[in-house]
């Protein structure tokens, strides 16, 4: 029983963590496609479609019978959920991670914590109590969190040399190195678009955890949003590419691969386990995992795309793991008392038949005791 306690205590953590190696191989994959020539509109479009049709027949049977209505107010925010995510925060991203890396582009993300803790702040989703021991965790971690990323953005120092790195060109400082490229105003551009797509994905936080208050169906709300987003998409790239035909040719390569993958792991999925998971712990506590994305991707990006990693990078990802976990302490407090009547809402993890009786979201809800 204890065993079983603390199996549904941590399971949100390792969820956490597991999607963050999911959005790690994402924007592997997806800058090594860019790089190749892959359209990054058509890219949108395809991912968004691909995760639309993937989830559309599992919210139409687990949630057939627990579905609520499409108010307006609903219908609006999920407008707003389509355009934010899918068609601002990934077309941004993936401009802005083409024309710098996807180790920087990671790094860059983790402002997230902070700018969503300062929207739950002022939309009263989060509670800070300043002579608590939680509050002041939450607030610097979010600081230190912060701290270690904007160091890794300014310091390089010398590049690292690892097991697979060698056999590289040898350079002695990362500053020298990287100048040239950094300087320019290719760099600087795709910075900007970066925080850009950063913002649009904290504002997505915030509106998703508002509308699963309202619609809490968390399968049709991904398919919605995902729709919605391909769609949309859809219509930016007509317009942004009018004429040119032949950017949504994609064959059965590594663009494929790409669009599928992104779709299904990080579309589909990320957005479902993202929407229960906030249901139960707030939009700080999901973006507070942010972090470990870009310690995967710097390490993957080094051994696939050979980016170089650098003092400064490393560095700057201790701070920021040591922000993580003040960050995720001072959160944990705030579920650390549970509740008989709380409880008694919690259904089984899974259910032994498939009659579809049970709705699905008491199903499938995280028990975090």
Known sequence: MASGDAMSRLKPYLIMVLLQIGYSGMYIIAVASLKKGMNHYVLVVYRNAIAAAVMAPFALWFERKVRPKVTLSVFFKIVLLGLLEPVLDQNLYYVGANSTSAGFAAALFNILPAITFVLALLLRMEKVKLKSRHSQAKIVGTLVTVAGAVLMILYKGPILSFVWSKGRSDHGSAAAAA?????????????????????CWSAFYIVQASTLDAYPAELTLTTLICSVGALLSAAVTLVMERGNTKVWSIGLDMRLFTAAYSGIVCSGVAYYVQGVVMKERGPVFVTAFNPLCMIFTTVMGS?????????GRVIGAAIIVVGLYSLIWGKSKDHSAPSVARNEKKAPNLPVSNSGNIPTTKVVELQVN
């Open 179 to 199: 100048a040239p490229a950094e300087s320019g105003s290719n760099w600087l551009k795709g910075t900007f678009e970066l925080l850009g797509s950063c913002a």
């Open 303 to 311: 051994i696939i795309l050979k980016e170089d990693v650098t003092l």
